[in-house]
């Protein structure tokens, strides 16, 4: 079986280098808000290319964190694209925001920076752009709109750690940005983990202060904040990972490549190849897409879908989020992620084209 993410095998290839950096967290004494912190944020901000990198629990948290940060609250409405990941949408309204969905561009899933500017009402205070399976969403375009509007950027960056726009990282595109660490991620850790990335020295002390119950200094509180702290293991885990980072970005687009030039089949739907995508998911899109995913499987070949259910015809979202978004729900009917990671094989990755050429 080809797996679509062979985690085991991912972290294997560091184990050396993890097991010693994890000794010394236990011999230190030191588990939360230490030096691991300290270093693996300053290495992260300078990857990002930003002034400034927050550690915190997870991405759901990094995207509530930015939100909060912002003094965003009850009413404010704040732009998302409709077929993003939950969790982004959940940040907004977890915040006791609005969420008004922007539905994306049907060729790089992205937020559609046309649709932008006719969703904007007098209660609207930010666009939170989605850097959707590792591309950037179109950020010069949509900064034009932001600004005309005096609204705010937020980037969820938790698929797209080390994606560029015109030659600038992800995480420093906007006002403020959340990466998420959860172990699949281009950069994950062996739990949950997550990032704020600003340029913002206000903005930066605030959010330090709100994973931490809203606290600067001990007992002394500033803010209704959050306990949302990345521990020390997992950010020496994630310093020792961030260094290999760039190789595993490249490896993950010569993959890309791979399949872009020589995946030849007219029911089967490519994204572009750009130098700027990170490819932390590569997505195809086809007509009969679980009849695709069952020829792939009886091949042995494992593939996911992201995402089966688009947020507006969620449960738990129903009747909130507005009726009809037709061009995420064609998304959601027709797209396949095919396995793509930094230790698939070169010959696994030439057995999938084989089989899909043959579908
Ligand atoms: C993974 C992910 C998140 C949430 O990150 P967690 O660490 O799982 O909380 C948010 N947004 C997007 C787009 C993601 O893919």
Same mark, same amino acid.
């Given at each position: 079986?080809?797996?679509?993410?062979?985690?085991? /095998?991912?972290?294997?290839?560091?184990? @050396?280098?993890?097991?010693?950096?994890?000794?010394?967290?236990?011999?230190?004494?030191?588990?939360?808000?230490?030096?691991?912190?300290?270093?693996?944020?300053?290495?992260?901000?300078?990857?990002?290319?930003? @002034?400034?990198?927050?550690?915190? %629990?997870?991405?759901?948290?990094?995207?509530?964190?930015?939100?909060?940060?912002?003094?965003?609250?009850?009413?404010?409405?704040?732009?998302?694209?409709?077929?993003?990941?939950?969790?982004?949408?959940?940040?907004?309204?977890?915040?006791?925001?609005?969420?008004?969905?922007?539905?994306? #561009?049907?060729?790089?899933?992205?937020?559609?920076?046309?649709?932008?500017?006719?969703?904007?009402?007098?209660?609207?205070?930010?666009?939170?752009?989605?850097?959707?399976?590792?591309?950037?969403?179109?950020?010069?375009?949509?900064?034009?709109?932001?600004?005309?509007?005096?609204?705010?950027?937020?980037? #969820? %960056?938790?698929?797209?750690?080390? %994606?560029?726009?015109?030659?600038?990282?992800?995480?420093?595109?906007?006002?403020?940005? &959340?990466?998420?660490?959860?172990?699949?991620?281009?950069? &994950?850790?062996? &739990?949950?983990?997550?990032?704020?990335?600003?340029?913002?020295?206000?903005?930066?002390? =605030?959010?330090?202060?709100?994973?931490?119950?809203?606290?600067?200094?001990?007992?002394?509180?500033?803010?209704?904040?959050?306990?949302?702290?990345?521990?020390?293991?997992?950010?020496?885990?994630?310093?020792?990972?961030?260094?290999?980072?760039?190789?595993?970005?490249?490896?993950?687009?010569?993959? %890309?490549?791979?399949?872009?030039?020589?995946? /030849?089949?007219?029911?089967?739907?490519?994204?572009?190849?750009?130098?700027?995508?990170?490819?932390?998911?590569?997505?195809?899109?086809?007509?009969?897409?679980?009849?695709?995913?069952?020829?792939?499987?009886?091949?042995?070949?494992?593939?996911?879908?992201?995402?089966?259910?688009?947020?507006?015809?969620?449960?738990?979202?129903? &009747?909130?989020?507005?009726?009809?978004?037709?061009?995420?729900?064609?998304?959601? =009917?027709?797209?396949?992620?095919?396995?793509?990671?930094?230790?698939? /094989?070169?010959?696994?990755?030439?057995?999938?084209?084989?089989?899909?050429?043959?579908?």
């Amino acid at each position: 079986m080809i797996k679509f993410l062979d985690l085991h /095998k991912i972290n294997e290839r560091y184990r @050396k280098e993890i097991d010693e950096r994890i000794k010394k967290v236990l011999d230190s004494g030191w588990y939360l808000l230490g030096k691991e912190n300290d270093e693996f944020c300053d290495n992260f901000a300078k990857f990002c290319g930003t @002034k400034y990198a927050v550690g915190v %629990a997870n991405g759901f948290d990094a995207l509530r964190l930015a939100v909060m940060g912002l003094g965003f609250k009850y009413g404010d409405e704040i732009l998302v694209p409709s077929n993003t990941y939950i969790a982004s949408i959940l940040a907004i309204s977890e915040c006791g925001c609005t969420p008004v969905l922007v539905e994306p #561009d049907i060729n790089t899933y992205n937020i559609n920076p046309a649709l932008i500017e006719e969703k904007i009402t007098d209660k609207t205070k930010a666009i939170m752009v989605v850097h959707l399976y590792g591309q950037t969403a179109d950020v010069s375009n949509i900064k034009k709109t932001a600004d005309k509007y005096n609204l705010k950027i937020i980037e #969820d %960056a938790a698929q797209a750690h080390g %994606a560029c726009h015109n030659g600038k990282k992800a995480g420093n595109l906007g006002d403020i940005a &959340g990466f998420s660490f959860y172990p699949g991620k281009n950069l &994950g850790c062996l &739990g949950d983990g997550g990032a704020v990335t600003t340029n913002d020295e206000e903005l930066y002390n =605030k959010v330090k202060a709100l994973r931490n119950y809203g606290s600067h200094k001990k007992y002394e509180n500033l803010y209704t904040g959050l306990n949302s702290r990345l521990d020390e293991i997992q950010a020496a885990i994630l310093d020792v990972k961030l260094k290999y980072l760039n190789d595993d970005n490249n490896y993950r687009k010569k993959i %890309a490549k791979y399949y872009i030039e020589n995946i /030849k089949n007219d029911k089967i739907i490519l994204p572009n190849y750009s130098d700027e995508h990170v490819y932390h998911i590569f997505a195809v899109k086809t007509e009969k897409r679980d009849d695709l995913q069952n020829y792939l499987k009886e091949n042995n070949i494992e593939t996911l879908i992201h995402y089966p259910i688009p947020p507006h015809k969620q449960v738990c979202y129903k &009747g909130i989020l507005g009726e009809s978004y037709s061009v995420s729900e064609e998304i959601h =009917k027709t797209i396949l992620s095919l396995p793509i990671s930094p230790v698939i /094989k070169m010959e696994e990755a030439e057995y999938v084209v084989k089989v899909l050429n043959n579908y």
